[in-house]
């Protein structure tokens, strides 16, 4: 058995990797002295962020002796369907994902739903009115978090009485997490006009977009006081564009970003970065402890929200030697 479940975790691909002895005789959920198996389709391999959480879903998995199918959608909505809809036929006992977008989900968890299948949004939400398609959503509240970034910002221009130029480098377009920290920091930038969002773009939470839309912002406005970046990587990307500008960045250009992962914490203490809101990946362990509540039959919140803090560059050299992502 054990065996087994390490075979599916080393080859991490989704919908392969048969490993029902007879293919048949699926439990129903919870029953009796079976392993729980579950279908987990991930969004990607985007970032340091995601990388982080991967891992943590693959280790609470094993450590909770719960089978793990796992998938990675390479960012496409419709890869993760398929996803689902191979846990559907495979049976699984229960299915987590973290939604790529946040809009069209409910034909296949309907098909969950009618397959008894039930479902943890684990990261990222959906727009679905139907409540009764997933048991409960596990993750971080976005808006806070973007209005954590924009209250630092208004904090540091306070004395400030002409205009503050601000590019943003959005997340994945239609993503939870990039409309989220989209409002709540427009939300709390905008009660003061002084603040001017001259740019907006999508850098899909990738390093490589982040610096190729902010090489595109450098040439276009010449007058950037601050970027606003959805994520760490979209944030190292642009600093490399800010660099070969021959600007400095995090004098020059003040960079918030959201994640806290090893790397944007390292260019936060080296005074690259001014301010990180942090934004957990360690959803694991919460994860496999609801998904056996729920095939337990306990009831489970509706919404478990992840705790989390904000670093300045002081606070970010004292935290990195004992961070664990
Ligand atoms: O901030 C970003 C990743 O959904 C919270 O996705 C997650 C976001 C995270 O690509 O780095």
Redesign the pocket.
């Known amino acids: 058995m054990a065996l087994v479940a390490v075979g599916v975790l080393a080859t991490a691909c989704g919908g392969g990797g048969e490993t029902t002895a007879d293919g048949g005789a699926p439990a129903a959920s919870g029953g009796g002295d079976s392993t729980i198996t579950m279908g987990f389709a991930q ?1 990607g391999a ?5 990388t982080a ?1 991967t891992k943590s879903v693959q280790e609470s998995a094993k450590a909770a002796g719960i089978d793990l199918k796992f998938s990675d959608a390479q960012q496409k909505q419709e890869n993760q369907i398929k996803a689902i809809r191979s846990y559907i036929q495979q049976k699984v006992d229960v299915i987590a994902f ?1 939604p790529v977008v946040e809009s069209g989900w409910d034909t296949v968890l309907q098909e969950a739903k009618a397959a008894n299948i039930p479902v943890i949004l684990t ?2 939400a959906v727009d679905s009115a139907d409540k009764t398609l997933y048991k409960t959503f596990l ?2 509240d ?1 808006v806070e978090e973007g209005k954590k970034a924009g209250q630092w910002l208004v904090e540091q221009y306070a004395s400030e009485t002409g205009d503050v130029n601000i590019v943003e480098l959005q ?2 377009t239609g ?3 990039a409309n989220d920290r989209k409002s709540g920091f427009a939300e709390v930038i905008g009660a003061d006009p002084k603040f001017k969002v001259i740019a907006s773009q999508s850098g899909d ?1 990738t390093r490589a977009k982040g610096k190729e839309v902010m090489d595109a912002f450098l040439k276009a406005h010449p007058d950037i006081d601050v970027l606003y970046a ?4 979209m944030g190292l990307g642009a600093i490399e564009a800010i660099e070969g500008a021959g600007k400095v960045p995090g004098k020059d250009i003040k960079i918030i970003t ?2 806290a992962v090893k790397d944007g914490m390292q260019a936060l203490a080296d005074g690259k970065i001014n301010y990180i809101v942090e ?1 957990s ?1 360690l959803l694991g362990p919460q994860l496999m402890d609801l998904a056996k509540k729920v095939l337990a039959g306990e009831t489970v919140p509706d919404r478990v929200v992840t705790e989390e803090t904000t670093f300045t560059q002081e606070q970010a050299k004292q935290a990195l030697p004992t961070r664990q992502y």
Do not use: I, K, M, Q
């Open positions: 969004v985007e970032s340091g962020w995601r959480n973290s990261d990222r993750g971080s976005f997340g994945t993503s939870a997490p939470f959805h994520n760490d990587d959201v994640d934004c990946p």
